[in-house]
């Protein structure tokens, strides 16, 4: 083990140069060891003694790009190039980031570190010309940043960062240093490729799921297939017997199998047939439930999420009316890298390492769980393989902790995809209701819209939610449409099933519910789907989305019997983003994606490559869900299991994208998710335009096998 | 029990049952980590290894399976030409996001690669859909497929 203060991780260990991660154990201890001199404007970025740049990434890499991303914008501001900044995966540390959280989700990264990272760069940038201006007794502001050093052209004369950094850091930190005119960016805003992307495709990138210390064991568990049901027996007997199997540890809803190997520790789980008995107190239900019970917090008043203008007086005045009701299931993540966790708790320590979305979170879970102060947990985060909001529960830490507080060795815990899908963190199921009235010449003149499900944000509030999920009425509340009166209404209504964030959340809940109604009006109105969308929405960064994908798509062109085309319009996370799905229904009903059009504004893009990618990303992902995706509860349990009955898109049946960037200067906007949220209207309005079936529940192949 | 495999050209024994699966036996016991964990009932790819040039699932394929045979895990395909091509191929078109899996992939991608140097997307379709990827990167990945045939093919040439 290392031990390491705070700048001793900047710039020694734990380091990602170029693409070769070399990853590291911290310990959670905290003693200061000299350390050379560096320019340090905050806590997380600082050129070191020998002039390199260095960031501790204050953002989680689940695959997004945001280590990439991150980097380009320091090298910008310090003027190197960004495979030559010395890269970090910090250990969770609220303190040491705040204000910023290490938390990520929500496409928040480059909106939250866009200005405080290029403030910090800048600072640093300025501390090191105030130095070489001094050393030639120029001005400063005839002295620029070039390629790792400080050059004065007019004297031809320039030093390398290694040769200032002593007498910058000795000096105060310049205030109010300005950052680089967007104008002036050499990498920001170019395609760049991601620097871990080498060292990943080598199988040489460390997942929590690899990590291996010196005596660990491993370790399965099964948990109660029925939520909230408990441990009724287990043969430890026969989980003994297979060889290699070290221990059953039973707890009160979960049982664990310790072994040498992750594949003994699974036989001896199965060997072991655990047994359960549902918890009498909790109800066992049945997906129909749920969603009767989700469908009926519709006709409650709901609590009020936004209102303008009178609503009933408007809506008296409407040449007509229209409503739609939409249902959409609980979904699983399904990351490819299934829950696991390796921990070791000893002498008053806890040390975990995993790859985790909540980083500074996880470590005052588990410190309050253990009881232990909080400088002696340590959480050395790893990259993720996929996150998609899962990793912003610590369950699958704590289940690792309360093993690994039971045994004198670390130990490793890897769930079975089996009890990855079946105790998940759920995307809620969600109901939304319009009504909305129009005027005779189609002009929307009134919008209610009521949303019903489960609310994430009330169980992480607690006593202070207010009735109001203010996630899960995301894109809900300003809709680009105009209207004269509006109300958005929100009802909570839970279940068992434990519900939390899913790319996209309360924003693609929205999207796929909006944009599924306008397209419904549109059509009943007989007026194309881009053109009515385009007559009731003033914003011109959203005309300019939507006109891309009509020129891209070939939109309007005709299209042979079973091929339909559909549209959907975002703006959601500071994002702007169209996109026209094309699909082919065969006379089995079955759905093929053939290509989709995408175009977004998200202001300035720091690195294209990363943009399009996310495009991919969500285009695949979310349709995968739009299509496929459903868990279901019967007799209290997840039905789902792997990969067979929780289908995803393979490569046979991933569409052909086109997508643009929209050129912008203003302020960047989120990307993890619009693009996931996006797919998910323009494939049900596809299928519309294909069928003629209006599909207002999904998964849309189930529902259009039903239709 | 014992196992002894050749990995990546070099002769290992392990003291392991015969019927561990690869998948396990490659990241738990050899402590070669690239081969990954996703199913571990043959759908998702992601512990895809060569035996013998074609492709396995890890998850299926009893170590005491590969005894006698010759195995490449994502870790060997680094020494080979057509590995060469692949990275270049993955690192130009920029195909990684989570990265998870990649090694399946570009395993899978091999493994076609080596019966047929020159896929359509067809192929591409046939070759490459028994590996699942989350994040989507399949545009990516149908297009380094490609980029990878053509710098093999150079490089022969």
Redesign the interface.
């Known amino acids: 083990m290392i031990t390491a203060t705070r700048r001793g991780v900047l710039s020694a260990t734990g380091v990602l140069t170029g693409a070769l991660m070399v990853p590291v154990a911290i310990g959670a201890s905290r003693t200061r060891a000299a350390t050379p001199a560096a320019v340090a404007p905050n806590a997380w970025l600082s050129v070191d003694g020998e002039g390199h740049v260095g960031v501790a990434l204050p953002k989680t890499e689940?695959?997004?790009?945001i280590m990439t991303a991150i980097v380009m914008l320091a090298a910008e501001e310090l003027a190197v190039r960004p495979g030559d900044v010395k890269v970090s995966i910090p250990d969770g540390d609220a303190a040491r980031f705040a204000p910023i959280t290490q938390e990520t989700g929500g496409s928040t990264s480059i909106r939250e570190l866009w200005q405080p990272l290029r403030e910090a760069a800048a600072t640093a940038r300025v501390a090191l010309i105030a130095v070489a201006a001094k050393k030639w007794g120029v001005p400063a502001g005839e002295c620029a940043a070039h390629e790792g050093t400080i050059v004065h052209r007019t004297s031809n004369r320039s030093l390398p960062y290694a040769a200032l950094v002593a007498d910058a850091a000795a000096a105060p930190l310049p205030k109010d240093a300005p950052v680089l005119p967007t104008s002036s960016y050499a990498v920001v805003g170019k395609?760049f490729?991601?620097l871990?992307?080498?060292a990943?495709?080598?199988?040489?990138?460390?997942?929590g799921?690899?990590v291996?210390l010196p005596g660990m064991r491993?370790a399965t568990l099964a948990q109660s297939p029925v939520f909230g049901g408990k441990l009724a027996g287990v043969d430890e007997a026969a989980a003994r017997a297979v060889?290699g199997v070290l221990g059953v540890i039973k707890g009160d809803d979960v049982v664990y199998v310790l072994a040498t190997?992750?594949?003994a520790a699974?036989q001896g789980l199965a060997a072991a047939k655990p047994q359960w008995h549902a918890d009498a107190s909790r109800t066992i239900v049945n997906q129909a439930e749920i969603d009767a019970n989700v469908t009926a917090g519709l006709a409650k008043p709901g609590f009020v999420a936004a209102t303008s203008g009178d609503l009933d007086k408007v809506r008296q005045g409407a040449a007509r009316t229209f409503t739609g009701t939409y249902h959409q299931p609980f979904l699983a993540h399904?990351?490819?890298?299934?829950a696991n966790c390796v921990a070791q708790v000893k002498d008053g320590h806890c040390e975990v390492w995993t790859g985790t979305q909540i980083p500074s979170q996880a470590r005052s879970v588990i410190a309050t769980r253990l009881g232990l102060p909080m400088e002696k947990v340590a959480i050395h985060n790893r990259?993720?393989?996929?996150?998609?909001g899962r990793r912003l529960e610590p369950d699958m830490i704590e289940r690792c902790v309360d093993l690994a507080k039971q045994v004198p060795f670390p130990v490793k815990l890897?769930w079975?995809?089996e009890e990855d899908v079946a105790h998940d963190w759920y995307r809620p199921v969600y109901a939304d209701r319009f009504n909305i009235g129009l005027a005779a010449d189609g002009r929307i003149l009134s919008w209610e819209h009521k949303i019903a499900g489960s609310s994430i944000m009330a169980r992480l509030l607690g006593d202070k939610f207010t009735g109001v999920d203010d996630d899960a009425v995301d894109g809900a509340i300003n809709p680009l449409y105009g209207a004269d009166a509006r109300k958005v209404t929100f009802q909570q209504v839970e279940s068992l099933v434990p519900t939390s964030w899913w790319r996209g959340v309360g924003g693609l809940r929205s999207t796929f519910a909006i944009e599924s109604m306008i397209d419904e009006i549109a059509h009943s109105l007989g007026k194309d789907p881009i053109a009515y969308r385009l007559s009731q929405i003033s914003d011109p960064r959203a005309h300019a989305v939507l006109e891309t994908v009509r020129a891209q798509s070939g939109w309007g062109e005709k299209t042979a019997a079973g091929i339909g085309r559909g549209v959907s319009v975002l703006h959601v996370w500071d994002t702007y983003m169209a996109a026209v799905a094309e699909v082919s229904v065969d006379s089995d009903k079955q759905i093929t994606v053939r290509k989709v059009t995408v175009a977004v504004d998200c202001g300035q893009a720091v690195n294209p490559?990363g943009i399009l990618?996310q495009i991919?990303?969500?285009?695949?992902?979310g349709?995968?869900a739009a299509l496929f995706g459903e868990i279901t509860i019967a007799g209290g349990q997840v039905e789902q299991s792997?990969?067979?009955d929780y289908r995803?898109?393979?490569?046979?049946?991933?569409p052909?994208?086109h997508a643009t960037i929209i050129e912008s200067s203003e302020k960047p906007g989120g990307m993890g998710e619009p693009p996931n949220a996006i797919i998910f209207p323009a494939l049900a309005n596809a299928v519309f335009a294909a069928t003629g079936k209006r599909l207002r529940s999904l998964p849309l192949q189930k529902e259009l096998q039903k239709a | 029990?014992a196992v002894t495999l050749t990995i990546n050209g070099e002769r290992r024994t392990f003291d392991?049952?015969p019927e561990?699966?690869l998948?396990?036996?490659l990241?738990?016991?050899a402590?070669?980590?690239?081969?990954?964990?996703?199913?571990?009932?043959g759908?998702?790819g992601?512990c895809s290894v060569l035996l013998d040039g074609v492709r396995v699932f890890g998850c299926q394929t009893p170590a005491g399976d590969a005894v006698g045979r010759s195995i490449t895990?994502?870790?060997g395909l680094?020494d080979q030409p057509l590995g060469k091509a692949l990275?270049s191929a993955?690192?130009?078109v920029?195909?990684?996001?989570?990265?998870?899996?990649?090694?399946g992939q570009?395993i899978a991608a091999a493994a076609m690669l080596k019966e047929n140097a020159h896929p359509d997307d067809a192929d591409?379709?046939?070759g490459?859909?028994?590996?699942?990827?989350?994040?989507?990167?399949?545009?990516?990945?149908?297009a380094a497929v490609h980029r990878a045939a053509q710098i093999h093919a150079e490089e022969k040439a």
């Open positions: 689940m695959g997004q790009g395609p490729r991601r871990d992307g080498d990943k495709a080598r199988g040489k990138v460390e997942y799921i690899d291996i491993y060889p190997n992750t594949w699974r399904a990351t490819m890298e299934p990259t993720m393989g996929g996150g998609f890897v079975t995809r490559s990618a991919d990303s969500g285009v695949n992902f349709g995968s792997n990969f067979h995803v898109l393979r490569m046979n049946e991933a052909v994208i | 029990m392991v049952p561990m699966p998948l396990w036996l990241r738990d016991v402590q070669l980590t690239g081969t990954k964990y996703g199913c571990a009932v759908l998702c992601a895990t994502i870790e680094a990275f993955w690192n130009e920029d195909v990684v996001q989570c990265g998870y899996c990649q090694p570009i591409i379709d046939a490459m859909s028994g590996n699942i990827c989350r994040c989507g990167t399949y545009p990516r990945i149908r």
